[in-house]
């Protein structure tokens, strides 16, 4: 890819995955910051804002330099921002449950994240004492034992669970948008198309 193009697409990739990602990321900083305290813990706002900037950054460039996630009318692209905005939806939702009370354990966020936690927790674990743990629980921070690491890699392994949950959806979405283009195809007058209808 040219270093013009690249120009012109690294702004506006840059612009979708900030808004995305910081909309995605509400109800997990709503988790965080209210029902964990950490909203008293500067070192702990400042790791999770610098974990969700790292994410702007990595899928801005990401989706600019791959060839068929750069190019907006690829298959590939297309899918993705469609799970973008169904991921989108679902915070929306999540974020709703979350200032609620009432819906926190059915958010996915509230998994990724205590999903993450515990598995940095037992890698804490594993690097101290060479052993796994005898017993899995999440690291949740004590506000006099908060470390930029520790809330930096939890944000970012919580974030990569949320990917994967992100290309799961637009795997789904390329099957469908495939199956849409396919019987658009046929139907436009192919024999096979006439066949199937």
């Not at 743990?133 to 890699?153: K, M, T, W």
Request: hydrophobic content about 50%; charged content about 15%; some cysteine.
């Amino acid at each position: 890819m040219g270093s013009k193009t690249l120009r012109e697409v690294l702004p506006r990739q840059l612009r979708f995955w900030s808004l995305h990602c910081t909309l995605n990321a509400l109800p997990s900083l709503a988790i965080a910051l209210g029902w964990l305290g950490l909203w008293k813990s500067g070192v702990a706002i400042l790791a999770m804002m610098s974990a969700i900037v790292s994410f702007i950054l990595l899928y801005a460039v990401v989706t600019s330099v791959v060839r068929p996630l750069a190019d907006g009318d690829s298959i590939l692209s297309r899918a993705l921002k469609l799970g973008t905005k169904t991921r989108s939806l679902i915070s929306g939702g999540s974020l709703l449950a979350v200032t609620t009370g009432m819906g926190v354990p059915f958010t996915p966020d509230f998994w990724c994240g205590f999903g993450a936690s515990v598995i940095v927790d037992s890698l804490r674990t594993i690097a101290e004492i060479g052993a796994f743990p005898a017993q899995f629980e999440p690291d949740v921070p004590r506000l006099g034992n908060v470390s930029f690491g520790s809330i930096y890699l939890t944000t970012m392994l919580e974030g990569l669970l949320l990917s994967m949950l992100l290309f799961m959806l637009s795997f789904f979405c390329v099957i469908l948008l495939q199956r849409r283009d396919r019987k658009m195809a046929y139907a436009s007058g192919s024999p096979v198309g006439e066949a199937v209808n």
